[in-house]
């Protein structure tokens, strides 16, 4: 891995990756190891000493200036490719990631210290000192001053150079540089460290690895997308296994939901010296309201038939052991759904970042991890186009909740800072005043609920917007249009699914322009008074009916390349919604 554009920089934090094992603490109610000292677990927790997912590294295109966001903050970063030593083997790289962990990689700031022109607008120059501890510079559009991508420093001002005869940077610690982010690819995902320069990074632990990755076999399928969204709201959502056989209808949720029968048995972890936390809820991977929902709906029918499979199933011979269902939330910002056997082994996994991109708004990054043959990979397009009608399905439904979410985060704050509590940093009654849990399966969302409500006020930039957003709960939530602009929310920012829609449209333009060649070609042959042996002989073979053949396969193509287009734009109306509504019944219920 290189990180901080020095491969020194990423040995340093491989090897302190160690000093950060994980402390257990004591918590209420909770299934936890015993600890040294009682506190609460959410106390400490840092914003700032975690490192932030921020795109996947093949959707940044090498030596090309990209912007994110972390925290309402914009950054500009930018990759360049490893070129091993001669005899050296390359760099292993994941399957599907397009990445490794030897590439040099930089961030900074995106703003020009010179008139706060942002530098994601400019380009990407090789430095001209070969000495120079960076080998790129970020060049600003507006005035072409340049910058160091590894330090921030300002190295070049066109204009002064020219004046004094030579290149002109600036002196150390100059209000011409800008500040520099720590950066890192980990199984090719790009990551940020924006709590401070590379000594503080160092003394943090990296991003969580996924273990399967690191097998041979296991590939990525990579999926993006930014959501008008809250990262607090969206990974409640992710960890809400309750939702899914009615927001999405799909079957697999019920087999991570709790019930009284298969309890959700929850677990933390304080790592980094109480910076860090680890919620884990594990369960029995069986149907519970389905498997309810079947035997009510069959007492219903024939309750002396229902009586007798139970029995039956009682008195039956031994099943295999059911897989056990894991959720797992590295806060804040990663996510392991994963069903074991009884040896830990994975059956199947997915695996989520929620990048904090601002208050309200929020880059989600997932990938399933699996053993697929590589002659047979999906393109990464088909994927998106089925896992956006997914995201579709929840996303309205988040924006409408998060009004009131928001709305009561921000009067929270402020009642706390007119008590006399400051910023709210120990903690605010939001999420527990607003919710409501009776599930079984809720003891987590309970848990996130307490988690977010004591450290969302210590979010960096959060407050301030906040208290822009008190009332926000009485404005009219934005139209589906806006809410699910798969355009703007994920194939402006995935080159994959922008290369389908240009490739839709080629074949579009394609179609047209041989289906009127076809008919100008039927007609200037038809129509001369003085055939050629050659005109002749294409009458003879394009008659009428092969002509109408053409212009059949010639509109499907192009009708099919146009409905693939759409699946790229906005694409669930309310018509959808409600053909989606419809098949609630046969999953639970009437």
Same mark, same amino acid.
Request: charged share 25%; hydrophobic share 40%; glycine share 6%.
């Given at each position: 891995?290189?990180?901080?554009?020095?491969?020194?920089?990423?040995?340093?934090?491989?090897?302190?990756?160690?000093?950060?094992?994980?402390?257990?603490?004591?918590?209420?109610?909770?299934?936890?190891?015993?600890?040294?000292?009682?506190?609460?677990?959410?106390?400490?927790?840092?914003?700032?000493?975690?490192?932030?997912?921020?795109?996947?590294?093949?959707?940044?295109?090498?030596?090309?200036?990209?912007?994110?966001?972390?925290?309402?903050?914009?950054?500009?970063?930018?990759?360049?490719?490893?070129?091993?030593?001669?005899?050296?083997?390359? %760099?292993?790289?994941?399957?599907?990631?397009?990445?490794?962990?030897?590439?040099?990689?930089?961030?900074?700031?995106?703003?020009? %210290? /010179?008139?706060?022109?942002? =530098?994601?607008?400019?380009?990407?120059?090789?430095?001209?000192?070969?000495?120079?501890?960076?080998?790129?510079?970020?060049?600003?559009?507006? /005035?072409?001053?340049?910058?160091?991508?590894?330090?921030?420093?300002?190295?070049?001002?066109?204009?002064?150079?020219?004046?004094?005869?030579?290149?002109?940077?600036?002196?150390?610690?100059?209000?011409?540089?800008?500040?520099?982010?720590?950066?890192?690819?980990?199984?090719?995902?790009?990551?940020?460290?924006?709590?401070?320069?590379?000594?503080?990074?160092?003394?943090?632990?990296?991003?969580?690895?996924?273990?399967?990755?690191?097998?041979?076999?296991?590939?990525?399928?990579?999926?993006?997308?930014?959501?008008?969204?809250?990262?607090?709201?969206?990974?409640?959502?992710?960890?809400?296994?309750?939702?899914?056989?009615?927001?999405?209808?799909?079957?697999?949720?019920?087999?991570?939901?709790?019930?009284?029968?298969?309890?959700?048995?929850?677990?933390?972890?304080?790592?980094?010296?109480?910076?860090?936390?680890?919620?884990?809820?594990?369960? #029995?991977?069986?149907?519970?309201?389905?498997?309810?929902?079947?035997?009510?709906?069959? +007492?219903?029918?024939?309750?002396?038939?229902?009586?007798?499979?139970? +029995?039956?199933?009682?008195?039956?011979?031994?099943?295999?052991?059911?897989?056990?269902?894991?959720?797992?939330?590295?806060?804040?910002?990663?996510?392991?759904?994963?069903?074991?056997?009884?040896?830990?082994?994975?059956?199947?996994?997915?695996?989520?970042?929620?990048?904090?991109?601002?208050?309200?708004?929020?880059?989600?990054?997932?990938?399933?991890?699996?053993?697929?043959?590589?002659?047979?990979?999906?393109?990464?397009?088909?994927?998106?186009?089925?896992?956006?009608?997914?995201?579709?399905?929840?996303? /309205?439904?988040?924006?409408?909740?998060?009004?009131?979410?928001?709305?009561?985060?921000?009067?929270?704050?402020?009642?706390?800072?007119?008590?006399?509590?400051?910023?709210?940093?120990?903690?605010?009654?939001?999420?527990?005043?607003?919710?409501?849990?009776?599930?079984?399966?809720?003891?987590?969302?309970?848990?996130?609920?307490?988690?977010?409500?004591?450290?969302?006020?210590?979010?960096?930039?959060?407050?301030?917007?906040?208290?822009?957003?008190?009332?926000?709960?009485?404005?009219?939530?934005?139209?589906?249009?806006?809410?699910?602009?798969?355009?703007?929310?994920?194939?402006?920012?995935?080159?994959?699914?922008?290369?389908?829609?240009?490739?839709?449209?080629?074949?579009?333009?394609?179609?047209?322009?041989?289906?009127?060649?076809?008919?100008?070609?039927? =007609?200037?042959?038809?129509?001369?008074?003085?055939?050629?042996?050659?005109?002749?002989?294409?009458?003879?073979?394009?008659? /009428?009916?092969?002509?109408?053949?053409?212009?059949?396969?010639?509109?499907? #193509?192009?009708?099919?390349?146009?409905?693939?287009?759409?699946?790229?734009?906005?694409?669930?109306?309310?018509?959808?919604?409600?053909?989606?509504?419809?098949?609630?019944?046969?999953?639970?219920?009437?």
């Amino acid at each position: 891995m290189r990180s901080f554009a020095t491969a020194a920089g990423a040995a340093a934090v491989l090897s302190t990756a160690r000093a950060f094992a994980p402390q257990i603490h004591k918590s209420p109610n909770i299934i936890l190891r015993q600890a040294s000292r009682e506190v609460d677990p959410f106390d400490s927790f840092d914003y700032m000493a975690q490192w932030y997912p921020v795109a996947f590294a093949r959707d940044v295109p090498y030596n090309k200036p990209t912007k994110v966001s972390v925290f309402d903050v914009d950054y500009v970063i930018c990759r360049t490719p490893y070129t091993p030593k001669a005899g050296a083997d390359p %760099p292993k790289r994941i399957p599907g990631s397009l990445a490794d962990d030897e590439e040099q990689v930089y961030a900074v700031l995106d703003s020009c %210290p /010179h008139k706060a022109a942002s =530098l994601s607008e400019g380009r990407i120059i090789p430095c001209d000192d070969d000495d120079d501890a960076s080998s790129v510079r970020f060049q600003c559009a507006y /005035h072409g001053w340049s910058v160091d991508a590894s330090t921030g420093k300002c190295v070049d001002i066109p204009q002064v150079a020219a004046s004094s005869g030579g290149s002109s940077g600036s002196g150390s610690g100059s209000r011409a540089d800008t500040t520099a982010v720590p950066a890192l690819i980990q199984q090719g995902v790009f990551f940020l460290f924006v709590g401070g320069g590379l000594e503080k990074a160092l003394l943090h632990p990296p991003p969580p690895r996924i273990p399967e990755l690191d097998e041979p076999g296991y590939r990525m399928m990579p999926a993006v997308r930014d959501f008008p969204i809250d990262f607090s709201i969206l990974c409640e959502n992710i960890l809400d296994p309750d939702h899914g056989l009615f927001a999405h209808q799909a079957k697999p949720f019920d087999l991570y939901t709790g019930s009284k029968e298969h309890p959700q048995t929850i677990s933390e972890e304080v790592t980094a010296d109480g910076k860090g936390v680890i919620m884990r809820a594990s369960v #029995t991977a069986v149907g519970k309201l389905t498997k309810y929902d079947r035997e009510r709906k069959l +007492e219903k029918k024939d309750a002396k038939l229902a009586k007798k499979m139970k +029995e039956d199933n009682n008195e039956g011979g031994e099943e295999p052991e059911p897989l056990v269902a894991t959720t797992t939330f590295y806060a804040p910002t990663h996510i392991v759904l994963a069903r074991k056997d009884e040896d830990g082994l994975v059956a199947s996994q997915t695996v989520f970042w929620v990048c904090p991109t601002g208050t309200g708004r929020s880059r989600f990054l997932s990938t399933f991890v699996a053993k697929i043959p590589p002659l047979f990979p999906l393109p990464r397009w088909l994927g998106h186009v089925v896992l956006n009608n997914f995201l579709d399905q929840d996303t /309205h439904l988040l924006a409408s909740a998060q009004k009131y979410v928001l709305d009561a985060e921000a009067k929270a704050l402020v009642e706390a800072e007119q008590n006399g509590a400051g910023d709210g940093n120990g903690g605010i009654m939001a999420r527990r005043s607003l919710y409501v849990y009776r599930s079984p399966s809720e003891k987590l969302q309970a848990r996130l609920a307490l988690f977010f409500d004591k450290t969302l006020p210590k979010v960096p930039n959060r407050s301030s917007a906040l208290r822009r957003m008190v009332g926000i709960s009485k404005e009219v939530t934005p139209p589906r249009e806006i809410t699910l602009d798969r355009y703007n929310q994920h194939t402006k920012i995935c080159p994959d699914s922008l290369a389908c829609v240009a490739n839709c449209d080629m074949i579009r333009k394609t179609s047209k322009v041989l289906a009127a060649l076809a008919i100008a070609t039927k =007609l200037i042959v038809a129509s001369s008074t003085t055939p050629t042996d050659l005109m002749t002989k294409i009458n003879q073979n394009l008659g /009428h009916k092969t002509v109408a053949v053409i212009l059949g396969i010639l509109a499907v #193509t192009s009708h099919l390349a146009g409905k693939l287009k759409n699946a790229f734009y906005f694409a669930y109306p309310e018509s959808k919604r409600d053909r989606d509504l419809k098949k609630i019944p046969t999953l639970y219920g009437r």
